[in-house]
């Protein structure tokens, strides 16, 4: 680390190591097929064929270097990011193995207040668009409010039916909904819910990062999926270590589910597990 660098988190320092370990776990655990081990685990939404509904969340891959193995790990998707439009990122011109499915994670730079925040979205999804299958957006941990991510999803909502004129295939819009905007009574998480798909988004990526029990992230997932029907993507992230909570969020409505520091961990059993069939609950 170069001389008056800020030094590195624990977390970030397992996420570096596991990146470096996980390209050779996929080479060790790869049966040669190059295939997914349960083709019926396919998944079809938001206009995607997404190869497993098990995908990588944003903050641990954030340009894009698990692509080309994402496939033998199990994965259907990476989700890169989160970045801004100064962070870049290498326009992907060709197809990623397995047919996985890149999204890309968008937010505004720390220093850009949230009253400018609707331009700040907007030039990182001008920027990073070319390079998704799907975008999401992030709203940060400075977000005044759920009506405000609300706007500036009704921004983004709005350019991206304009980009999508140009584009040869789909660009789905994700809104990431924090934990601590889906607490209180069932009617205020559907209406949180309910006012991102009126602004226009495609899916919504419920965390449940920092919620207690499993059982409530299920409840409040099974609320949210509820409220919004079949037509609108839900993806979970947050405390998914196991297939057996791969099969809980995915029977409390979740149409897609990502893991993140489960992948942190020295051993390959989750990877292995991942690329077996999923049972259904």
Aim: aromatic residues 4%.
């Amino acid at each position: 680390m170069p001389m008056g660098a800020p030094a590195m988190t624990p977390r970030a320092l397992r996420t570096r190591w596991a990146m470096a370990r996980l390209p050779r776990i996929a080479r060790r655990i790869d049966d040669g097929s190059g295939e997914f081990a349960d083709r019926k685990a396919s998944v079809f939404t938001m206009g995607l064929s997404f190869p497993s509904p098990i995908g990588l969340a944003a903050g641990f891959d954030r340009r894009g270097r698990l692509l080309d193995c994402a496939h033998r790990l199990g994965l259907g998707a990476v989700e890169i990011g989160t970045l801004a439009v100064a962070d870049g990122l290498p326009f992907l011109s060709r197809p990623i193995a397995g047919g996985v499915r890149c999204g890309v994670s968008i937010g505004k730079p720390r220093h850009v207040a949230w009253d400018a925040a609707e331009e700040a979205y907007l030039r990182a999804l001008r920027a990073l668009h070319a390079a998704a299958d799907y975008l999401t957006l992030n709203p940060g941990r400075d977000c005044p409010s759920p009506a405000r991510f609300a706007e500036v999803a009704t921004a983004a909502a709005q350019l991206r039916d304009r980009l999508a004129r140009h584009r040869l295939r789909p660009l789905p819009l994700v809104a990431k909904l924090p934990a601590h905007w889906l607490g209180g009574d069932a009617a205020h998480i559907v209406d949180v819910a309910d006012a991102f798909v009126a602004a226009g988004v495609d899916g919504l990526l419920v965390s449940a990062e920092g919620l207690d029990a499993r059982r409530n992230a299920c409840a409040i997932l099974h609320m949210v999926s509820e409220a919004v029907g079949p037509g609108v993507c839900v993806i979970s992230v947050g405390g998914i270590d196991s297939v057996a909570e791969v099969q809980a969020r995915l029977a409390a409505g979740a149409t897609l589910v990502q893991v993140h520091r489960a992948l942190l961990a020295r051993d390959s059993s989750l990877l292995r597990a991942l690329r077996r069939p999923i049972p259904t609950l």
